[in-house]
Protein backbone atom coordinates (compact mmCIF):
# COMPACT_ATOMS: atom_id res chain seq x y z
CA UNK A 1 0.00 0.00 0.00
CA UNK A 2 1.07 3.60 -0.88
CA UNK A 3 2.36 5.29 2.18
CA UNK A 4 -0.30 8.42 2.07
CA UNK A 5 -2.95 5.56 1.77
CA UNK A 6 -5.03 7.30 4.01
CA UNK A 7 -7.30 4.26 5.68
CA UNK A 8 -11.37 4.75 6.79
CA UNK A 9 -12.49 1.29 9.04
CA UNK A 10 -15.81 1.76 10.29
CA UNK A 11 -19.51 0.87 10.54
CA UNK A 12 -20.97 0.68 6.72
CA UNK A 13 -24.96 0.63 6.17
CA UNK A 14 -27.61 0.62 3.58
CA UNK A 15 -29.03 4.02 3.80
CA UNK A 16 -32.79 4.32 2.61
CA UNK A 17 -33.56 8.01 3.47
CA UNK A 18 -37.16 9.29 3.69
CA UNK A 19 -37.10 13.14 3.02
CA UNK A 20 -40.03 15.78 2.45
CA UNK A 21 -41.80 15.43 5.68
CA UNK A 22 -44.66 18.94 6.45
CA UNK A 23 -44.26 18.03 9.69
CA UNK A 24 -43.01 15.31 12.09
CA UNK A 25 -45.80 12.91 12.62
CA UNK A 26 -47.09 11.66 16.72
CA UNK A 27 -47.38 8.59 17.94
CA UNK A 28 -49.77 6.59 15.98
CA UNK A 29 -49.65 8.81 12.87
CA UNK A 30 -48.55 8.81 9.45
CA UNK A 31 -46.44 10.59 7.95
CA UNK A 32 -45.68 10.78 3.93
CA UNK A 33 -42.15 11.78 2.21
CA UNK A 34 -41.87 13.05 -0.40
CA UNK A 35 -38.68 11.57 -1.84
CA UNK A 36 -36.91 8.13 -1.10
CA UNK A 37 -33.03 7.50 -1.79
CA UNK A 38 -30.80 4.50 -1.22
CA UNK A 39 -27.42 5.21 -0.30
CA UNK A 40 -23.80 3.57 0.79
CA UNK A 41 -24.33 4.88 4.31
CA UNK A 42 -22.64 5.81 7.47
CA UNK A 43 -19.68 7.75 8.63
CA UNK A 44 -16.86 5.23 6.78
CA UNK A 45 -18.66 5.46 3.78
CA UNK A 46 -19.70 9.20 3.50
CA UNK A 47 -15.85 10.17 4.58
CA UNK A 48 -14.02 7.74 2.07
CA UNK A 49 -16.31 8.76 -0.73
CA UNK A 50 -15.61 12.53 0.28
CA UNK A 51 -11.56 11.57 0.33
CA UNK A 52 -11.60 9.54 -2.87
CA UNK A 53 -13.58 12.43 -4.39
CA UNK A 54 -10.70 14.77 -3.55
CA UNK A 55 -7.96 12.71 -4.98
CA UNK A 56 -6.96 10.76 -1.79
CA UNK A 57 -6.19 7.12 -2.06
CA UNK A 58 -8.66 5.17 -0.05
CA UNK A 59 -8.52 1.93 1.79
CA UNK A 60 -12.17 1.60 3.38
CA UNK A 61 -12.62 -1.50 5.09
CA UNK A 62 -15.67 -2.43 6.74
CA UNK A 63 -18.22 -5.55 7.40
CA UNK A 64 -20.57 -6.33 5.38
CA UNK A 65 -23.57 -9.06 4.65
CA UNK A 66 -24.47 -10.55 1.52
CA UNK A 67 -25.69 -8.21 -1.27
CA UNK A 68 -23.85 -6.80 -4.42
CA UNK A 69 -25.36 -3.15 -4.20
CA UNK A 70 -23.00 -2.09 -1.31
CA UNK A 71 -19.53 -3.10 -2.93
CA UNK A 72 -20.89 -1.79 -6.63
CA UNK A 73 -22.24 1.59 -5.35
CA UNK A 74 -18.60 1.96 -3.62
CA UNK A 75 -17.12 1.28 -7.04
CA UNK A 76 -18.86 3.68 -8.17
CA UNK A 77 -17.60 6.36 -6.22
CA UNK A 78 -13.95 5.17 -6.99
CA UNK A 79 -12.92 4.18 -3.66
CA UNK A 80 -9.19 2.80 -4.40
CA UNK A 81 -8.88 -0.25 -2.25
CA UNK A 82 -12.28 -1.94 -0.92
CA UNK A 83 -11.97 -3.98 1.84
CA UNK A 84 -15.42 -5.37 2.79
CA UNK A 85 -15.10 -8.32 4.91
CA UNK A 86 -18.18 -10.24 4.52
CA UNK A 87 -20.25 -11.84 7.84
CA UNK A 88 -22.77 -14.23 5.62
CA UNK A 89 -24.34 -14.77 9.85
CA UNK A 90 -25.54 -11.02 9.15
CA UNK A 91 -27.46 -8.56 6.64
CA UNK A 92 -25.33 -5.74 5.93
CA UNK A 93 -26.40 -3.00 8.17
CA UNK A 94 -29.42 -1.08 7.64
CA UNK A 95 -30.66 2.89 8.62
CA UNK A 96 -33.88 4.31 7.42
CA UNK A 97 -33.20 8.07 7.93
CA UNK A 98 -36.28 10.46 8.44
CA UNK A 99 -34.12 14.03 6.58
CA UNK A 100 -36.23 17.64 7.31
CA UNK A 101 -33.71 20.75 6.41
CA UNK A 102 -33.21 21.21 9.51
CA UNK A 103 -32.04 17.91 11.23
CA UNK A 104 -32.48 14.10 10.79
CA UNK A 105 -33.22 11.27 12.69
CA UNK A 106 -32.29 7.47 12.36
CA UNK A 107 -33.75 4.26 13.00
CA UNK A 108 -31.05 1.81 12.42
CA UNK A 109 -30.22 -1.75 12.70
CA UNK A 110 -26.29 -2.93 12.77
CA UNK A 111 -26.74 -6.01 11.46
CA UNK A 112 -22.47 -6.99 10.10
CA UNK A 113 -21.27 -4.32 11.98
CA UNK A 114 -21.44 -5.77 15.78
CA UNK A 115 -18.23 -7.43 14.19
CA UNK A 116 -16.12 -4.52 14.09
CA UNK A 117 -14.44 -5.07 16.76
CA UNK A 118 -13.14 -7.90 15.44
CA UNK A 119 -11.28 -6.29 12.12
CA UNK A 120 -10.13 -3.07 14.14
CA UNK A 121 -8.39 -5.86 16.25
CA UNK A 122 -6.58 -6.61 13.32
CA UNK A 123 -5.97 -3.87 11.30
CA UNK A 124 -1.99 -3.89 9.85
CA UNK A 125 -1.04 -0.44 10.26
CA UNK A 126 0.25 2.47 7.69
CA UNK A 127 -0.12 6.01 6.98
CA UNK A 128 -3.41 7.77 8.92
CA UNK A 129 -6.01 5.86 10.16
CA UNK A 130 -9.58 7.66 10.35
CA UNK A 131 -11.84 5.82 12.80
CA UNK A 132 -15.84 7.11 12.60
CA UNK A 133 -16.59 4.86 15.45
CA UNK A 134 -16.31 4.12 19.48
CA UNK A 135 -13.36 1.42 19.35
CA UNK A 136 -12.52 0.74 23.24
CA UNK A 137 -10.19 2.57 24.85
CA UNK A 138 -7.63 -0.24 24.40
CA UNK A 139 -7.90 -0.73 20.74
CA UNK A 140 -7.60 3.16 20.31
CA UNK A 141 -3.70 2.85 22.27
CA UNK A 142 -2.76 -0.13 19.88
CA UNK A 143 -4.01 1.51 16.97
CA UNK A 144 -2.01 4.52 17.98
CA UNK A 145 1.32 2.30 17.67
CA UNK A 146 0.63 1.12 13.98
CA UNK A 147 -0.51 4.23 12.02
CA UNK A 148 1.31 7.20 11.52
CA UNK A 149 -1.63 9.32 12.23
CA UNK A 150 -4.97 8.61 13.70
CA UNK A 151 -8.15 10.38 13.70
CA UNK A 152 -11.94 9.60 15.35
CA UNK A 153 -15.26 10.81 15.17
CA UNK A 154 -17.15 8.48 17.55
CA UNK A 155 -21.09 10.05 16.75
CA UNK A 156 -23.09 10.87 19.30
CA UNK A 157 -22.97 7.30 21.68
CA UNK A 158 -23.65 8.56 25.15
CA UNK A 159 -22.13 5.39 27.37
CA UNK A 160 -18.49 5.62 25.02
CA UNK A 161 -18.51 9.78 25.46
CA UNK A 162 -18.90 9.78 29.31
CA UNK A 163 -16.07 7.01 30.02
CA UNK A 164 -12.92 8.83 31.47
CA UNK A 165 -10.94 5.66 30.40
CA UNK A 166 -12.83 6.84 26.58
CA UNK A 167 -11.53 10.46 27.45
CA UNK A 168 -7.62 9.04 28.55
CA UNK A 169 -7.44 7.31 25.24
CA UNK A 170 -8.89 10.06 22.62
CA UNK A 171 -5.61 12.26 23.94
CA UNK A 172 -3.89 9.92 21.85
CA UNK A 173 -5.57 11.21 18.37
CA UNK A 174 -4.11 13.77 16.23
CA UNK A 175 -7.70 14.61 16.25
CA UNK A 176 -11.16 14.24 17.60
CA UNK A 177 -13.79 15.65 15.03
CA UNK A 178 -16.81 15.93 17.50
CA UNK A 179 -19.94 17.75 16.79
CA UNK A 180 -21.10 20.00 19.58
CA UNK A 181 -24.08 17.96 21.08
CA UNK A 182 -20.91 15.12 21.33
CA UNK A 183 -18.53 17.43 22.63
CA UNK A 184 -21.27 19.48 24.68
CA UNK A 185 -22.15 15.38 26.45
CA UNK A 186 -18.18 14.90 27.01
CA UNK A 187 -17.07 18.21 28.77
CA UNK A 188 -20.62 19.26 30.30
CA UNK A 189 -20.77 22.56 28.85
CA UNK A 190 -22.21 23.80 25.40
CA UNK A 191 -20.13 27.44 24.60
CA UNK A 192 -17.40 26.34 21.93
CA UNK A 193 -15.38 27.98 23.29
CA UNK A 194 -15.57 26.55 26.61
CA UNK A 195 -15.87 22.98 25.11
CA UNK A 196 -12.33 23.55 23.79
CA UNK A 197 -10.59 24.22 26.50
CA UNK A 198 -12.50 21.59 28.63
CA UNK A 199 -10.97 19.12 25.83
CA UNK A 200 -7.74 20.62 25.83
CA UNK A 201 -7.80 20.28 29.42
CA UNK A 202 -7.70 16.51 28.69
CA UNK A 203 -4.97 16.29 26.87
CA UNK A 204 -7.37 15.99 23.70
CA UNK A 205 -7.01 18.25 20.16
CA UNK A 206 -10.33 18.73 18.33
CA UNK A 207 -12.13 20.44 15.83
CA UNK A 208 -15.58 21.07 16.71
CA UNK A 209 -18.56 21.06 14.11
CA UNK A 210 -20.89 23.80 14.93
CA UNK A 211 -23.69 22.83 11.94
CA UNK A 212 -24.62 26.14 9.89
CA UNK A 213 -22.23 28.14 12.44
CA UNK A 214 -19.16 26.56 10.99
CA UNK A 215 -16.68 24.77 12.91
CA UNK A 216 -14.07 25.96 15.57
CA UNK A 217 -10.38 24.69 17.17
CA UNK A 218 -8.24 26.53 19.70
CA UNK A 219 -4.61 27.65 17.90
CA UNK A 220 -1.85 28.59 20.19
CA UNK A 221 -4.43 28.68 23.29
CA UNK A 222 -6.95 31.00 21.09
CA UNK A 223 -10.00 30.06 19.60
CA UNK A 224 -10.27 29.41 15.63
CA UNK A 225 -13.80 30.17 14.54
CA UNK A 226 -14.54 29.64 11.24
CA UNK A 227 -17.82 30.40 9.61
CA UNK A 228 -19.84 28.27 7.36
CA UNK A 229 -21.12 29.13 3.69
CA UNK A 230 -24.57 30.22 2.61
CA UNK A 231 -26.81 26.94 1.12
CA UNK A 232 -30.07 25.83 1.00
CA UNK A 233 -30.07 21.84 2.39
CA UNK A 234 -32.07 19.24 0.99
CA UNK A 235 -30.95 16.73 3.22
CA UNK A 236 -27.99 17.03 6.05
CA UNK A 237 -27.34 13.69 6.34
CA UNK A 238 -23.39 12.81 6.68
CA UNK A 239 -22.57 16.69 6.95
CA UNK A 240 -20.81 15.98 9.90
CA UNK A 241 -18.52 13.05 7.63
CA UNK A 242 -18.33 14.98 4.89
CA UNK A 243 -17.06 17.47 7.06
CA UNK A 244 -14.23 15.09 8.18
CA UNK A 245 -13.21 14.48 4.83
CA UNK A 246 -12.65 18.12 3.67
CA UNK A 247 -10.49 18.73 7.37
CA UNK A 248 -8.21 15.79 6.74
CA UNK A 249 -7.67 16.13 3.42
CA UNK A 250 -6.64 19.99 4.33
CA UNK A 251 -4.40 18.89 7.40
CA UNK A 252 -2.70 16.07 5.34
CA UNK A 253 -1.44 18.64 3.10
CA UNK A 254 -0.04 20.09 5.43
CA UNK A 255 -2.56 23.26 4.85
CA UNK A 256 -3.04 25.85 8.03
CA UNK A 257 -5.76 25.33 10.61
CA UNK A 258 -8.26 28.34 9.45
CA UNK A 259 -7.75 26.37 6.02
CA UNK A 260 -8.71 23.12 7.37
CA UNK A 261 -11.38 24.04 9.16
CA UNK A 262 -13.12 25.76 6.05
CA UNK A 263 -12.57 22.90 3.72
CA UNK A 264 -14.63 20.57 6.28
CA UNK A 265 -16.79 23.79 6.47
CA UNK A 266 -17.48 23.82 2.86
CA UNK A 267 -17.22 20.20 2.02
CA UNK A 268 -19.96 19.32 5.22
CA UNK A 269 -22.44 22.59 3.73
CA UNK A 270 -22.07 21.36 -0.23
CA UNK A 271 -23.22 17.45 1.00
CA UNK A 272 -26.52 18.79 1.76
CA UNK A 273 -27.61 19.88 -1.42
CA UNK A 274 -29.00 16.40 -2.65
CA UNK A 275 -30.35 13.83 -0.65
CA UNK A 276 -27.95 11.36 0.77
CA UNK A 277 -23.80 11.92 2.19
CA UNK A 278 -22.27 11.52 -0.92
CA UNK A 279 -24.04 12.32 -3.91
CA UNK A 280 -23.41 16.54 -3.67
CA UNK A 281 -20.20 16.14 -2.36
CA UNK A 282 -18.19 18.92 -3.84
CA UNK A 283 -15.24 18.14 -6.68
CA UNK A 284 -11.79 19.98 -6.02
CA UNK A 285 -12.71 22.31 -8.33
CA UNK A 286 -15.74 23.60 -6.58
CA UNK A 287 -13.91 23.58 -3.03
CA UNK A 288 -11.32 25.33 -4.16
CA UNK A 289 -13.79 28.01 -5.56
CA UNK A 290 -15.35 28.76 -1.95
CA UNK A 291 -11.18 28.35 -0.13
Known amino acids: MPADLVTVAGEIYLDQILSG ?24 AHTAAGLSRLGREVRLICPVGAGDFIPHRLRQLGIAHLDLRCFAAEPTGTTLAVSTPQDRTFFTYRGANRF ?18 TPSPLLIRELRGRYRSLSLDAGF ?18 WFLPNQREAALLTGTSQPE ?32 ESSI ?34 GNVCGALSTRA ?10 EELSQWL
Not at 22 to 42: C, I, M, Q, T, V
Open 157 to 174: VAEWLLDPAVHRALALLD
Open 194 to 225: AMLRALAQKGIRAAIKLGSHGSAMLVEGDMLL
Open 275 to 284: AGGIAAFPTP
Open 116 to 133: LHQILSGLDGGGHLHLPC
Open 230 to 263: PVQPVDTTGAGDCFDAGFLDAWLRGEPPSRCLKA
Open 21 to 44: FDAWPSPGEEAFARSYFLEAGGGA
